[in-house]
């Protein structure tokens, strides 16, 4: 059974690091190009950043280019998002997500994405 398992998340201050990660389980991760979303209390879920099978094509958000890089190791089966220069409004539930077969980067929303974690809570406060 398709399995993603995201980790990571916590409380770090403003300007601070983190980095999750997405482990995936009952299916071999380089079949799949990965997404990172988010979503904020009140507010849809978007896409922050998402990765090609390879790994040779990567996207993001306007709002966390320069801070954030995602990054995958198929061997270990695993996709992680590293995170710096973090802001308050960077606080949301991030979500990993699964795209089968997929060519190149696809357009980094939730609509193209079939298999979801069950998200990590990212708080930046002081």
């Known amino acids: 059974q398709l399995q993603l398992v995201e980790s990571g998340g916590g409380l770090v201050q403003p300007g601070g690091s983190l980095r999750l990660s997405c482990a995936a389980s009952?299916?071999?991760?380089?079949?799949?190009?990965i997404g990172w979303f988010r979503q904020a209390p009140g507010k849809e879920r978007e896409g922050v950043s998402c990765?090609?099978?390879?790994?040779?094509?990567?996207t993001y958000g306007d709002s966390v280019k320069g801070r954030f890089t995602i990054s995958r190791d198929n061997v270990k089966n695993t996709v992680y998002l590293q995170m710096n220069s973090l802001k308050p409004e960077d606080t949301a539930v991030y979500y990993c997500?699964?795209?089968?077969?997929?060519?190149?980067?696809?357009?980094?929303?939730?609509?193209?994405?079939?298999?979801w974690g069950q998200g990590t809570q990212v708080t930046v406060s002081s």
């Open positions: 009952g299916f071999t991760l380089d079949y799949y190009a």
């Open positions: 990765i090609s099978r390879s790994g040779g094509g990567t």
């Open positions: 997500a699964a795209r089968r077969f997929s060519v190149g980067v696809p357009p980094c929303a939730p609509a193209n994405f079939n298999s």
